[in-house]
């Protein structure tokens, strides 16, 4: 009876990868400006004031990439929402819903169509909190060991450097 739950690093991620594809079709020229490349990536609300109003002078040019722009924006707003109740999720909902429906529409239709297909596991994250980054963590550091080592020929030898470079505090706890 598991749930499948998204994770919200990779679903941003997807997001903002769709975004800046869409971006460099509608200008290809604006991609190669590291600082707008910065500002676009950024979430709206963490924009300083200096920085919405340079954001907001180059999309007055653009009228298209500033609907993709704000769509993205209200996309990642709701991606990030967390522990939501019934009551609150059948409120939201709809509305997520109806941003799918216009992202169909638009540029970014292989995103809506992604979005669409994962809609289940996306909601049953607004729900729950738990992710699996801490796992991943602990993958990294292994998958940076191996490659230090160049592979290791003893198995022992590759799990007590596992272990150590993971919190292992050398104590060896033997249950009989």
């Not at 990439?65 to 990030?80: D, E, G, M, P, S």
């Amino acid at each position: 009876n598991a749930t499948i739950v998204a994770d919200r690093f990779h679903v941003v991620r997807l997001i903002n990868h769709h975004f800046l594809k869409a971006w460099q079709i509608q200008h290809p020229e604006g991609r190669k400006n590291r600082g707008l490349l910065s500002l676009m990536r950024r979430h709206q609300w963490r924009l300083n004031e200096d920085n919405r109003a340079n954001l907001d002078r180059y999309l007055a040019n653009y009228p298209v990439l500033r609907a993709l722009y704000i769509t993205k924006q209200k996309l990642i707003r709701f991606v990030l929402m967390k522990t939501m109740n019934q009551n609150r999720m059948e409120k939201k909902l709809p509305q997520f819903l109806e941003l799918l429906a216009q992202l169909h529409q638009s540029p970014l239709k292989a995103l809506a169509k992604s979005l669409t297909s994962w809609l289940q596991p996306i909601v049953a994250m607004w729900r729950f909190t738990r992710n699996n980054g801490v796992t991943e963590g602990f993958h990294n550091k292994m998958e940076m060991i191996s490659r230090r080592a160049y592979g290791f020929r003893n198995f022992e030898n590759y799990r007590i450097r596992v272990m150590t470079h993971c919190g292992w505090d050398g104590v060896i706890n033997r249950v009989r």
